[in-house]
């Protein structure tokens, strides 16, 4: 055969070769919890084309995130990398600060506890990303939805996903955490004016049909598309008919009774059945692997009280038996409902309990192709194509590195504070940084085969296993470089500055001045007084020396942290002597956590002179203020 014939010979062969590449589209859900789908337990929720998909794949029941928030299982997914490794462990992509280093937070007034890590707000372009490689290997690509891994700000930035390896990027909004100003047109979140719809259309059937166009346009060549939904992560919004349907099937005894948060589980499914719909109508289902998971735990807690609706106090959704839900290392923070279907390979209609981490899609999708990674490529996952297909697991343990949070969000969001932990095996090790009242770590353990739930910490049953697995968590920190939170050494040490001399606290309806170590106030307003971040989460004792000319009634009002189970501002009363120098103590006797603490003046318009302020939260450290 000469030059030519085989020339066009091979040319001849190319388009049976690429349409030999099985096709990939990863659906990754938003804020979805591990039981918000029919196919994974829901009994209030409807799915029935997820469901359907489920029987067309394997369900798999111990698959993690690599983080209970957003954008740090994003960045896994996409580099096979834990975000421990590449810094970005928090959900501030869409910040205008372009942080491309890890440090750890800095605060020299003592107002917080835990220093906790400074996450990454950008995706480094240095990453050699799975659409990337993706495309390398012939593949057209396409992202759908949410991005939230940083945005360009000027020419010379290269972080959103055209340029991480994507062709198409639909409907562009790499800066938005969520579909701000709501998921029903017209949407304040999209710049591209082009991008209009009929008021009401919801983004996730506009962005659904779009993709279903990119699969109908590409039958016949390999593509790898990202559906990357907004949905169902706040704000809380959805058609009304769908409401209505839910409303009329709530059932309060039933843990999933959020009716408008079933509304936006079922447009979410909708879409999905879009996709499967180009799919099947495409003839590619045999050639095309689907996969479905969420990027962190469920919303496991009551919608902000600015939602409409009449939902504000009703949990948005419920992962029992699993403790918790988004932003916490509990179960319920990270443990995700996945899915693959893969006509011919994946088994229909069963389920696996291979444990199974965001990190390990990398280098399993790229077996799955028939690609290996790129040379000398830094990879955390673990290659599970043979897993994936009914074999054995790699492996046998998953980390989660989450270096954020404190005692005022662990309230409100059970184990959102900064920690570690380890599964390995059937066990489960947290460690909370700085948790206990010497400053030392906390560590629990737990029994996930016979507590699922979290709920019986055996560490201090269990010293040798403990032991164990804390040190396999010293050894990934190590590995992985990780930010580790510590243990403020100012916190409480409040210090004046030129800046501040006020020393943190704030003056409302007050004129206020510090002179000689004396903090002078005197009203201005109706209902003067000095305010100043409390941080509490129960209990506390506040003394403070004053004095004042013309003696009075005043009280101190502890502000509940947005969100918490009590709302209202309390108020403890106190009395001021006139004359003399005095220390009065007040006992703040809140159960609730509280962000604000307010010292009103004993008197409207007569000056009061104060010498110091000390805070005793019960347990806990003491601050003290010396003006």
């Known amino acids: 055969m000469n030059a030519r014939a085989l020339l066009a010979c091979l040319l001849s062969l190319s388009p049976l070769a690429a349409a030999d590449k099985p096709n990939v ?225 709530s059932d309060p005894k039933n843990p999933q009774h959020n009716a408008l948060y079933a509304a936006m589980v079922k ?38 009280k600015t939602d409409p609706d009449g939902y504000a106090d009703i949990p948005a959704t419920s992962n029992l038996p699993l403790r918790s839900g988004k932003a916490s290392l509990y179960e319920g923070g990270t443990r995700e ?55 054995a697991s790699p492996r046998d343990r998953v980390f989660c590195h989450f270096p954020h949070g404190n005692a005022a969000r662990d309230a409100v969001m059970d184990g959102f504070y900064a920690g570690t932990y380890v599964r390995k095996g059937d066990w489960k090790l947290i460690r909370f940084y700085a948790r206990n009242d010497d400053g030392s770590d906390d560590l629990e353990l737990y029994d996930l085969k016979n507590d699922l739930g979290e709920r019986h910490n055996l560490a201090k049953e269990k010293p040798e296993l403990v032991k164990e697995l804390n040190g396999l968590i010293t050894d990934f920190l190590k590995d992985t470089e990780a930010v580790i939170p510590k243990l403020n050494p100012a916190f409480g040490k409040v210090v004046a500055t030129p800046k501040d001399p006020l020393m943190t606290w704030k003056n409302r309806n007050c004129d206020a001045t510090v002179k000689d170590g004396v903090l002078t106030a005197k009203g201005n307003g109706p209902a003067p007084f000095l305010g100043v971040g409390a941080g509490l989460t129960g209990p506390a004792k506040v003394t403070f020396r004053l004095r004042t000319t013309i003696g009075g009634e005043g009280h101190v009002d502890l502000v509940p942290t947005a969100g918490s189970k009590t709302s209202e501002i309390v108020a403890f009363p106190y009395s001021a002597k006139a004359g003399e120098w005095q220390e009065i103590t007040v006992d703040l006797a809140h159960k609730g956590p509280a962000t604000i603490m307010r010292l009103y003046l004993p008197h409207a318009t007569v000056a009061a002179e104060i010498d110091w302020v000390e805070l005793k939260p019960e347990g806990a450290k003491v601050r003290r203020w010396e003006f």
């Open 337 to 391: 409902p996945f899915i693959l279907a893969w006509p011919g390979k994946a088994k229909d209609g069963a389920t696996s309990d291979i444990l199974f981490q965001s990190v390990d899609f990398y280098p399993t999708l790229l077996s799955f192709v028939g690609l290996k990674p790129r040379d000398g490529l830094k990879l955390d996952g673990h290659d599970q194509s043979k897993a994936l297909l009914g074999g």
């Open 25 to 249: 589209i990863f659906i990754l859900a938003d804020d979805l919890g591990a039981h918000d789908l029919g196919c994974f337990g829901s009994t209030f929720y409807e799915t029935p084309n997820i469901d359907r998909l489920a029987k067309r794949g394997t369900r798999f029941t111990q698959a993690y995130a690599a983080s209970p928030l957003c954008s740090p299982t994003r960045s896994s997914i996409l580099t096979g990398q834990y975000p421990a490794r590449t810094g970005i462990t928090a959900p501030v992509c869409h910040l205008p600060t372009v942080q491309l280093e890890k440090s750890l937070g800095k605060n020299e007034n003592g107002k917080v506890r835990l220093l906790d890590a400074n996450s990454l707000t950008r995706l480094k372009p240095e990453y050699f990303t799975l659409a990337e490689a993706l495309k390398e290997a012939g593949y057209a690509t396409a992202h759908f939805g949410k991005w939230h891994l940083g945005h360009n700000l000027k020419p010379a930035d290269h972080y959103e996903p055209k340029d991480q390896g994507f062709d198409v990027d639909f409907p562009h909004t790499p800066s938005a955490p969520g579909p701000g100003g709501g998921y029903l047109a017209p949407w304040k979140f999209i710049k591209d004016p082009a991008i209009t719809d009929t008021a009401g259309v919801n983004i996730e059937d506009r962005m659904s049909q779009e993709a279903a166009k990119f699969i109908a346009a590409h039958k016949d060549k390999p593509f790898y598309l990202n559906y990357w939904a907004f949905s169902v992560h706040s704000p809380w919004n959805a058609r009304k008919d769908y409401i209505e349907h839910f409303k009329a099937k």
């Open 267 to 304: 447009t979410l499914d909708d879409g999905i059945g879009r996709l499967l719909q180009a799919v099947d109508d495409a003839g590619i289902a045999d050639n095309t692997i689907i996969v479905f998971y969420s990027d962190n735990g469920g919303y496991a807690y009551p919608p902000k």
